[in-house]
């Protein structure tokens, strides 16, 4: 045998070695994972779900599907209990994060269908529900409990951690075995890669509930409220222009007038109240016009809209009278424009082409500038009408003289200062001014006009046609 012959075989029987060495750390690594000891199962399935994060990272399906599988599969007596305990363990973890991120339940919840599906959102609501298990009542705000109580209504169902994946399988009614531990997953990555919000309500455990309001004022505004609600449910529900006019006439009447009765009681019993913000949601299709829309009604009603484009939320500030205005006027007329739009029905060129969506793109811009020229005029209008009342009741005399009234035009100005304030506190300089939607049907754009004038906000004709 030649010394080159001798090297050679020398250099494969090293590599077999190696070889041998390797194949037998694999199998004391295999061993020890598949019979784990009860103190190293939350590391391994912290790892297994580390791998699964970093493969949904990369983009590495296979190495994804391989993390799953080894988290589904039962490799020891009580292994995929023990995978579900901590994986709860760790979506709770999530929650709390998000919490201090600013996100608030219902905003969480949404923003996990957004990205994933419906089936992600149902598990962020459950996580969020078992958060809450940590804090005594006492120290949440109601308005928080609130949207808790709207996402997860039936709470904590499933028992213990360790028995949340499987009742959360038989629930779906998957038959997928890998389903549970995806799911969660896939949550799991939704909820470490938020951006952080504005803190709008306390979080729980910050400290007591806010104090409820008097009771007689509670009742006043709620009924004051309720009849707003049912004249905007008629004017949404009516086939017929001019009854829907009367009645959207009535309701912006009302709130107007609920918006500066509210303010000046709260400032001639002394009340000291300050600006808040409210994030409202707006979904696509066509979500840069409904904004607009959204932005026209903020203003009409001395407050300030602040779109994220990137989680569908508009933030928008004002006094919390005006606040729940702005949403209520919000939410009818975009219930409005898209009856009136849908009712136009689908649009084709000349050559047979589609152009529904350049026209339901433009009708929706159109109806939003319209929309805000016509709030323009009735919040001047009912603005001066109020001032015009109070001087002859001798308000503004006794405001000047030092008395308990309070000088309506000022004090109103007053209160648009203090919200631009309230924004530049919560936002700083990052505000960016985007760019408005594009108009490109013309047809579109007259129909959206035409729908904002029969949505009359006060007492005036409708537009025929």
Same mark, same amino acid.
């Given at each position: 045998m030649t010394k080159a012959s001798r090297l050679r075989r020398q250099k494969k029987d090293s590599e077999r070695q190696k070889q041998r060495a390797a194949q037998a750390q694999a199998q004391a690594n295999q061993a020890a994972f598949t019979q784990p000891q009860a103190g190293d199962r939350r590391e391994q399935v912290s790892t297994l779900v580390g791998l699964a994060l970093r493969a949904l990272l990369e983009g590495d399906q296979p190495a994804f599907t391989s993390a799953v599988d080894q988290l589904t599969a039962e490799r020891a007596p009580g292994w995929t209990q023990a995978v579900s305990r901590y994986v709860v363990e760790f979506l709770g973890a999530a929650v709390t994060s998000a919490w201090k991120a600013g996100w608030q339940p219902a905003e969480l919840a949404r923003h996990a269908g957004r990205e994933k599906s419906g089936a992600h959102a149902s598990m962020a609501a459950d996580m969020i529900a078992a958060e809450m298990k940590a804090y005594a009542a006492a120290t949440?705000?109601?308005?928080?409990?609130?949207?808790?109580? !709207?996402? !997860?209504?039936?709470?904590?169902?499933?028992?213990?951690?360790? +028995?949340?994946?499987?009742?959360? @399988?038989? *629930?779906?009614?998957?038959?997928?075995?890998? %389903?549970?531990? %995806?799911? !969660?997953?896939?949550? #799991?990555?939704?909820? #470490?890669?938020? @951006?952080?919000?504005?803190?709008l309500l306390p979080k729980p455990g910050d400290g007591a509930a806010r104090p409820a309001a008097a009771p007689a004022a509670t009742m006043a505004d709620d009924r004051m409220m309720s009849k707003i609600r049912a004249l905007l449910a008629k004017a949404e529900s009516t086939e017929f222009a001019e009854e829907a006019e009367a009645l959207s006439?009535?309701?912006? +009447? #009302?709130?107007? =007038?609920?918006?500066?009765?509210?303010?000046?009681?709260?400032? =001639? %019993?002394?009340?000291?109240? +300050?600006?808040?913000? @409210?994030?409202?949601?707006?979904?696509?299709?066509?979500?840069?016009? =409904? $904004? $607009? #829309?959204?932005n026209v009604v903020a203003e009409a009603n001395r407050c300030r809209a602040i779109w994220s484009k990137d989680v569908g939320l508009v933030t928008v500030v004002g006094f919390p009278a005006d606040l729940d205005v702005v949403e209520l006027l919000f939410t009818s007329l975009l219930v409005q424009a898209n009856t009136a739009m849908l *009712?136009?029905?689908?649009?084709?060129?000349s050559y047979g082409r589609s152009r529904t969506r350049a026209f339901r793109q433009s009708f929706l811009v159109s109806y939003a500038i319209r929309i805000g020229e016509r709030l323009a005029e009735a919040t001047t209008h009912v603005e001066q009408a109020a001032?015009? +009342?109070?001087?002859?009741?001798?308000?503004?005399?006794?405001a000047a003289a030092g008395g308990a009234g309070t000088a309506l035009v000022p004090f109103l100005a007053a209160r648009r200062e203090a919200v631009d304030s309230a924004v530049d506190d919560m936002f700083g300089e990052g505000l960016t001014h985007g760019r408005a939607a594009r108009v490109t049907d013309a047809e579109g754009w007259a129909s959206g006009r035409a729908a904002a004038d029969l949505a009359s906000l006060h007492n005036r004709d409708a537009v025929a046609s």
């Open positions: 949440v705000d109601p308005r928080w409990a609130a949207q808790v109580t !709207a996402v !997860a209504p039936d709470g904590v169902w499933w028992g213990t951690g360790a +028995e949340y994946l499987a009742a959360w @399988r038989h *629930r779906a009614g998957e038959p997928d075995p890998t %389903a549970p531990v %995806a799911t !969660a997953v896939e949550t #799991l990555d939704v909820l #470490l890669h938020l @951006r952080v919000l504005e803190t006439a009535r309701a912006q +009447e #009302l709130m107007a =007038k609920y918006s500066i009765d509210h303010a000046l009681l709260a400032a =001639k %019993a002394g009340e000291k109240e +300050e600006p808040a913000g @409210r994030r409202i949601a707006v979904d696509n299709p066509y979500e840069s016009p =409904k $904004t $607009t #829309l959204l *009712r136009a029905g689908g649009k084709t060129d001032a015009a +009342e109070q001087a002859a009741s001798g308000e503004e005399a006794s």
